[in-house]
Structure formats: structure tokens, C-alpha cells
């Protein structure tokens, strides 16, 4: 990859310039192949997955939160937020992953992979589905296997996914070769991006005060719903390089 692609100018390529990135949100009926991408860096700088057989688990953020209508998702660090909000405090977590391109059965799309058609984005969990994710991660490690994410019919609004690990990880694969350092860079940096910007999928830090302002310029009042899970990089020569694992 020349460095020219990454060039671009006024309203030529600069779509996602101001643009806030949302959350990941998985569609009813597909079938998804995942990459945790968030991970402790070693003395280089480098996204560090562990070796085989470590078990190094990728990084997560979270915190109790509430939902408050006009003002979004806030961190309740007491009983004033959640006497304002009218009801408990849930758990939010969020982390970073790589969306592979597949079929909606979960098959890597070859074409599109090799075209460097994958995302890097924000994924924000319950509590619930992060002890599932643990304990899959503790029989396969997610530094040695990609998941596969099933969306059931008509499970959109609510995200009814089903895990499975997947047999390798493409993401391991790709930083281990000099070769696809283009790739992995724009991947590292992009995760970088995500990840500064993270504690706003989570929830915003407000004081009691900052949330009664934005109320009172939103004409609002705490208004609390379901706290469901609010799901809210990168061409190059993959197909040399993982040839076996896109023929499966």
C-alpha cells in the first residue's frame, strides 16, 4: 500500500473526517467473525496478544451507568444519579474489535478481505454478555481465536447473540508478518482513535449539576429506558498471507 492512499481532500475521501464512529450493532440473521483489537502494548509499542498457550486476556472499559433521556448514557458515581435517573445503575462495557468481511453464514468474503474491507470499531456489552465472553475466552483464548457472533432472527434491537470461537485469529496472523505492516498499522492506529474516545460509549462523566443544565436546554426530564446493549483499516495483500485460513 503507497502512502498516497491514505490521502485525501476537500470532499474527495474525507467522509470520516468529524464524523464520530459508532458502535458496532450486529443484525438479525447475520453471522459475524470477530477480533478483540484492544490490547496491553509491549516495549515496542505493539499490540501484545500473549503467546500461545499464555491465555492474555484484551482490555475492556466499563462502569455502572444510567440512562437518562436528553442527555444519554451518564457514570453514576453515587446515590444523587441514581435518585436523578429514577432507577439502579446498570453495568456498561465496552472494548475495541475488528469486524471481519463474511457472508451472513460467517464465511470469510476472500474478495472483500483482500480489498481490506474490514472495520475497527467500538463494542459495548452488558455485564451478562462479558461473563459469557470470559468464559469462552478462558477454554479459547481470544490472543489465539477469533469469535463468530450469530445474531438471531429479529434479535437486533435487543443484540441475542450466540458465541463460538473460531478455529485461528486472523488479527495474530496479520501482525506476525513484516509483510502486512501497512495494514496493522492503520489498524493499531485506528484502534488508537477508538479507544481515546471510548469512555464516551460507556457513559459521560457529568456532575449533577451538568446533567440538570442539559436538561433544562433540552426541555427534558429524567426519563430512564431499557438499558439494553447499545452496540453503537486497510487494504493489502491478505489473500498471500492467509491463504489456507480463507480456503477453509
Known sequence: MSDMENTFSFGQGDGHIGSKSKA????????????????????????DLGAVGEGKAPLFSGGLTNFIQGVGYVMNTGAEYTTLAGERPRQRIATVIIIWPTDKKGA?????????DFEVKPWVISSEKYKTLELLHHEFSFGEHDITAKCDE???????LTFTPSKENLYRQ??????????????????AVVVSGLQEFV??????????????????????????????????NIESLVGGLLDE
Request: charged content about 25%; cysteine-free.
Open 174 to 191: 496479520l501482525l506476525s508478518t513484516t509483510k502486512m505492516a501497512s495494514v496493522t498499522q492503520r489498524i493499531k492506529d485506528e484502534v
Open 154 to 160: 429479529g434479535g437486533t434491537q435487543y443484540q441475542k
Open 24 to 47: 458496532w450493532k450486529a443484525e438479525g440473521g447475520n453471522t459475524y467473525r470477530l477480533s478483540f483489537a484492544w490490547w496491553p502494548l509491549d516495549a515496542d509499542g505493539n499490540p
Open 203 to 236: 457513559g459521560r462523566k457529568m456532575t449533577i449539576q451538568q446533567i440538570r443544565e442539559k436538561l433544562n436546554q433540552s426541555g427534558g426530564s429524567p426519563v430512564v429506558r431499557d438499558s439494553g446493549d447499545a452496540f453503537a483499516a486497510s487494504a493489502g
Open 108 to 116: 470469510l468474503d476472500k474478495a472483500r478481505l483482500a480489498n481490506g
